[in-house]
């Protein structure tokens, strides 16, 4: 059964950092691409970052450039969001999810969140 596992999240104040963690199990992580999602209230959920397999090529939603960097260890099936100077508006829960090979539009696997906020 394939499963990812969120954590990390917690309440942060402003300009603080986070590292998230999404622990997979189940399949094959280095084949797959992983994305990080986030949801904030009474929001969609937004596609935040990815990083592909083969070559690890990483994608970025613009909005988050510059203070977000993810990264993977597939030796310990690991895929992290390392989250700097954080704002109030980057609250919500942090979803990662999987897919095979490269990076898209759909998920196959998709971990329960982490909810993370910003706050004074």
């Known amino acids: 059964q394939s499963q990812l596992v969120e954590s990390g999240g917690g309440l942060v104040q402003p300009g603080g950092s986070l590292r998230l963690s999404c622990v997979t199990s189940g399949f094959d992580l280095s084949t797959s691409a992983v994305g990080w999602f986030r949801q904030a209230p009474g929001k969609e959920r937004e596609s935040l970052a990815c990083i592909a397999s083969f070559g690890g090529t990483i994608e970025y939603v613009d909005s988050v450039k510059g203070r977000f960097s993810i990264s993977r260890d597939n030796a310990k099936n690991t895929v992290y969001l390392q989250i700097n100077s954080l704002k109030p508006e980057d609250t919500g829960v942090y979803y990662c999810?999987?897919?095979?090979?490269?990076?898209?539009?759909?998920?196959?696997?998709w971990g329960q969140g982490t909810q993370v906020t910003v706050s004074s």
């Open positions: 999810a999987a897919r095979r090979s490269y990076c898209g539009d759909d998920y196959d696997y």
